[in-house]
């Protein structure tokens, strides 16, 4: 499998203010998908990548955080 083929199977995960921390895998994960737990910064830039897996987390359009560093 090549890495383009690799990078178009990863999911995009949008995630809200309710989701924070975010991790992954998440709880909605799949059995064969786990890796270890990972916790990721998407308060700061919008969004992230897991390094385990390359899923991507954004927040949602419209969020807003406080308490989380803004």
């Keep these: 499998m090549t890495a383009a083929a690799t ?5 995009i995960i949008e995630v809200g203010a309710e989701d924070l921390p975010v991790y992954c895998p998440n709880p909605k994960a799949p ?5 270890p737990r990972v916790f990721l910064d998407v308060a700061h830039t919008g969004s992230t990548r897991c390094p385990y897996c ?8 419209g969020t807003v955080l406080s308490g989380h560093g803004h």
């Design 54 to 61: 390359g899923a991507e987390y954004r927040l949602k359009p």
């Design 31 to 35: 059995l064969w998908s786990m890796h």
């Design 7 to 11: 990078a178009s199977k990863h999911e």
